[in-house]
């Protein structure tokens, strides 16, 4: 089973032309030491608890005797970890940490380079080297694009190069993930070990998996073995002393969540603040110069899904829940009764509209799209009235996103495993093409951020498949933006760049024939608010 959960792209001129190769060196060692030892004591604590309950069960047993626990009954598997004693002191005889996968490290004798080293008898091979350098090039006119895969129960976040002019995607390189991620963020500031101050430009991304803990990686470092900052509680145990170990929180808290992280969103005036939003119903504001929460907020009753950054009003934070119910709310005055909108069911996704910050999108479970006017605020959720709303599919909504460069050009994806295109006007909305690309149930639409490729969308999903559909060479998109479409080149047919093109259904004919029907179904389910 493969399948990808979630992309973003990384806008042209951010990526090093050449990334570095990771080096593990003893400043490396000490910090991730540090993070491999609090993976144990979380482990321990584990079988702590486990202990605990089986012996709290065996003492309610029958006749409310206590039974005690008869040592044979412990799994052979655990004895040789000697748990019991993992917290003892033992320097005898020099023995180094109790990490085995690191424990030799400070015995080991460092070399310069590879030719005072007595073991290696093949010296590095310089054109082997510059040959390795150049597969890893990006161009400046290069875009990456990142796409967070599980397979085979193995997480891990995909860093593509996309070649626009030669049509071309593949694999740049990969990191490992600790779970299913759910979220990603492009961020253009160095954090964590490689910080550089405000004014610094970076190229990272921030991911939110089912664990509560966010991850961020350096991007233009190839091989890392472990993140350039946590935020969450793993870093925050990370830098305390050790002392007596106390239980693991799974309660909401003002420091970090305890719960799944399904949404993430970078300031870009702001650029040291990111938001989060997670299934603990917080949502948090981190600022990435110190790793740390900066403010926690309780604005919803159930899972908050998606948070997303107004682009003019840079403190004002939209965020949408399982609750059904959306929220705007200024980051400054976290005391304040922010504005509050109701839909009919689940909220999937909320974004704000690039070209006009007084307007905002909300997908939901039931497939509607609400589009409304973030200056008509309701007296009560229930009483909201949108500007118009879209039947737009017949399942969930689980993708959507607005081109930030072609004004009223709008995505959707969907778990029905159809890919619509929209032309959002004064009038109200009106579908441009409909098409299944063979990627499966939609799970990731998005819009490339730079002008040059501006009509090119990712698309992702349960097959584990990638596409990038250039919709600018779709006969129905060109004659819907004739006035913003560049002139087509080639043969004219329509393109659609993936790694893997034989499992791509993706027909243009066919896609084209079920246009009307689909038309006609999006017009019925048009419904207009204004009155």
């Known amino acids: 089973m493969s399948m990808i959960t979630a992309t973003t792209w990384v806008p042209r001129g951010f990526a090093a032309p050449f990334p570095s190769k990771y080096v593990f060196d003893e400043d490396e060692y000490d910090r991730i030491s540090k993070l491999a030892k609090l993976q144990l004591d979380d ?39 000697d748990l019991e004693h993992y917290d003892d002191d033992d320097d005898q005889d020099g023995a180094g940490d109790t990490m085995a996968m690191f424990g030799n490290m400070k015995n080991l004798v460092f070399h310069e380079n590879d030719e005072e080293d007595p073991y290696i008898t093949m010296q590095d091979n310089a054109e082997e080297e510059d040959e390795e350098r150049e597969e890893l090039q990006i161009l400046a006119t290069d875009n990456l694009v990142l796409a967070g895969r599980i397979e085979d129960e193995v997480a891990h976040l995909e860093v593509y190069v996309y070649e626009d002019e030669a049509d071309n995607i593949y694999v740049h390189h990969d990191i490992m993930l600790p779970a299913i991620p759910l979220a990603v963020e492009w961020l253009d500031l160095p954090v964590g070990k490689t910080a550089a101050g405000a004014n610094g430009k970076g190229n990272f991304v921030a991911v939110g998996t089912m664990d ?33 170990k106390k239980k693991k929180s799974k309660k909401a808290n003002d420091e970090f969540h305890v719960d799944s992280v399904l949404s993430l969103a970078a300031n870009r005036h702001h650029r040291n603040l990111l938001a989060s939003s997670s299934a603990d119903k917080t949502v948090k504001l981190w600022d990435l110069n110190t790793t740390k929460c900066a403010k926690s907020y309780t604005y919803h009753t159930d899972k908050v899904c998606s948070v997303s950054w107004n682009p003019t009003e840079s403190t004002v934070l939209l965020s949408g829940s399982y609750d059904r119910t959306i929220v705007a709310a200024d980051m400054r005055a976290p005391d304040a009764k922010a504005p509050r909108w109701g839909v009919e069911s689940d909220v999937e996704t909320v974004r704000w509209n690039p070209h006009d910050s007084n307007y905002f999108y909300v997908s939901t479970e039931n497939g509607m799209i609400h589009y409304h006017d973030a200056r008509n605020a309701p007296a009560d959720p229930s009483q909201s009235k949108a500007v118009w709303v879209l039947q737009a599919h017949d399942e969930s909504i689980s993708s959507f996103d607005i081109n930030p460069v072609i004004p009223g050009f709008l995505a959707t994806g969907s778990t029905d495993k159809q890919v619509k295109l929209w032309n959002i006007q004064e009038s109200g909305p009106s579908m441009v093409v ?19 490729v501006g009509f090119r969308l990712s698309v992702a999903g349960s097959k584990g498949a990638v596409q990038i559909w250039d919709t600018s060479t779709n006969a129905a998109v060109r004659a819907a933006f004739a006035t913003k479409v560049p002139q087509i080149k080639g043969d004219g047919k329509e393109k659609i760049v993936g790694l893997d093109e034989a499992e791509t259904d993706s027909d243009s004919e066919e896609g084209e024939s079920d246009d009307d029907d689909d038309a006609a179904a999006a017009e019925k389910g048009y419904e207009s608010m204004e009155e």
């Not at 584990?46 to 012996?55: G, N, P, Y």
């Not at 350096?218 to 870093?235: E, T, W």
């Not at 409909?434 to 040059?452: H, N, Q, W, Y």
Request: avoid cysteine.
């Open 434 to 452: 409909s098409r299944d690309l063979g990627v499966g149930k939609v799970f990731s639409t998005t819009f490339a951020p730079d002008k040059e």
């Open 212 to 244: 509560p803990d966010i991850e961020i990686w350096n991007l233009d470092l190839v091989d890392s073995m472990y993140p350039d900052a946590i935020l969450g509680q793993g870093a925050e145990d990370a830098d305390k002393p050790k002392k007596k």
């Open 43 to 81: 482990a321990k604590e584990d079988l702590e608890e486990a202990q605990e309950e089986k012996k709290q069960k065996e003492t309610n047993g029958s006749n409310g005797t206590a039974k005690a626990p008869d040592t044979d009954e412990i799994d052979d598997d655990l004895k040789e970890y």
